[in-house]
Structures are given as C-alpha cells and as structure tokens.
C-alpha cells in the first residue's frame, strides 16, 4: 500500500508570494490533518479534514487555509507569504482521525526569502 | 487547554544502554497518547500508542511505554539502546473532546553512543 505522498518536497518563495501544498493520503483513508513543524514552536496543529470538512483549525492566521477534495487528497494554501512561514508541512492521513494510528508523509520544506 | 511536556531536549545513552525518554500530560480525563520518532528528512512514524486498553504499551523496534495516571506520565522505554535508535522522540496527545488534532511535546533528540 503506498504511503502519504506530499509534493513538492522542497519550494522556496518570496515574502508576499502565495504557494499551494498537496497532500495524497493513504488509499480508504479519509482524514487529513496538516502540522507546521518548526524549531522555534515545534509541531504545530494547522486543520483537519474528514470528508471535505473542516473537522478543525490551529491558532493560524487567516493566510493559512486548506481543503479537501472528494477523492480525499487535500491541499493547503498559505497566502502572502512572510518569513516566518519557513517550516516543514507535514501532513498526516487515518481512517478517521487523529485518536487512529495517523501515517505521516515526508513533508513539503518551505523557505521564504 | 491540554498539553504535552517532554522533559530533556536531547538525551545521550550508550549502544546498549537502558533508553528513558519522559512525557507528562496535563488532562484530568485520561487522552490517548502516543509516541512517534522522527528520523532526519522524514516525516513521523508511530511507536506506539495508548487507548486505555492496558497501561503497559508494547510499540515497535522493542519499546514500549506505561501509563500512570496518578503521574500523569507516560515515559518511553527501551531496555538495551541501539545505534539505529537515534531519531528525535515527539510524545503527543489527542484530547477526549472531539478536537481532532494531536498535541505534541517539544520533542527529545536521542543520541546513541558507541
């Protein structure tokens, strides 16, 4: 069974800029749920997504937003870009949330310059 | 609000020493909680986890972790360390109320020594 699957693994941007992530979850799994990996704050809930739904969100501002799409793979958007938004975007899939053995993926390395 | 305390940023053993990574949580209802290691340039990988079944939890690659209420603790074992070991640790929780998210500690970098 494949794994998580998380494009691109590496993206360098600008401040200001925007950039889409994507996350594929595991086959039959449909939760996904997104963390902001730093080593200033650790990991860092984002959303969670069951279904197309937006189950929850983190304390991020409102630059920081996602979706899902109905085959379950899921994207995460973040929006006029600042520095601080350097981090490793993890994304995690399970069969129907985070209390399930959730199967991270390698993660997308964002820098912001 | 929960959270999650990993005492030791980083924690240095021997090859083939007794390996104490500790958790404390903070809940008056018992969470599920979980261990996960993170290998560098990867994602995270689940130890083992905690569902209230049984209080001794036996994970992969031979840990294992035990929950103590009356602590709040749920430290992660491993009797005899091996070099394949060092990885960082993240203890996390997911709260009993329908958050659906995990909570995780600050993390512990395991340093195996030869």
């Known amino acids: 069974k494949a794994g998580v699957t998380q494009t691109p693994r590496y993206l360098i941007k600008t401040r200001g800029q925007q950039v889409t992530l994507s996350c594929s979850p595991i086959?039959?799994?449909?939760?996904v749920s997104w963390y902001q990996q730093t080593p200033g704050q650790g990991l860092q809930f984002l959303f969670e997504?069951?279904?197309?739904?937006?189950?929850n969100k983190g304390n991020f501002p409102g630059r920081f937003s996602g979706r899902q799409f109905s085959n379950s793979r899921s994207e995460m958007n973040v929006s006029t870009l600042e520095l601080g938004d350097s981090a490793l975007y993890l994304c995690?899939?399970?069969?129907?949330?985070?209390?399930?053995?959730?199967?991270f993926g390698p993660g997308t390395r964002l820098t912001v310059l | 609000a929960q959270s999650v305390t990993q005492l030791g940023s980083h924690v240095s053993v021997s090859e083939g020493a007794l390996v104490l990574l500790r958790c404390n949580y903070s809940?008056?209802?018992?969470?599920?909680l979980f261990w996960y290691v993170q290998y560098p340039n990867q994602g995270l990988q689940l130890l083992l986890k905690y569902t209230s079944a049984a209080t001794l939890v036996k994970g992969i690659n031979g840990f294992e972790a035990e929950f103590k209420k009356s602590e709040t603790s749920f430290h992660l074992t491993k009797p005899s360390a091996h070099m394949s070991d060092a990885a960082e640790y993240f203890c996390?929780?997911?709260?009993?109320?329908?958050?659906?998210?995990?909570?995780f500690g600050s993390g512990t970098r395991l340093l195996v020594r030869p």
């Open positions: 809940s008056s209802v018992p969470p599920y």
């Open positions: 997504y069951f279904s197309e739904t937006q189950r």
């Open positions: 995690a899939s399970s069969l129907w949330g985070p209390t399930d053995t959730q199967y």
């Open positions: 086959s039959g799994h449909r939760s």
């Open positions: 996390a929780v997911s709260p009993m109320d329908s958050s659906y998210k995990l909570i």
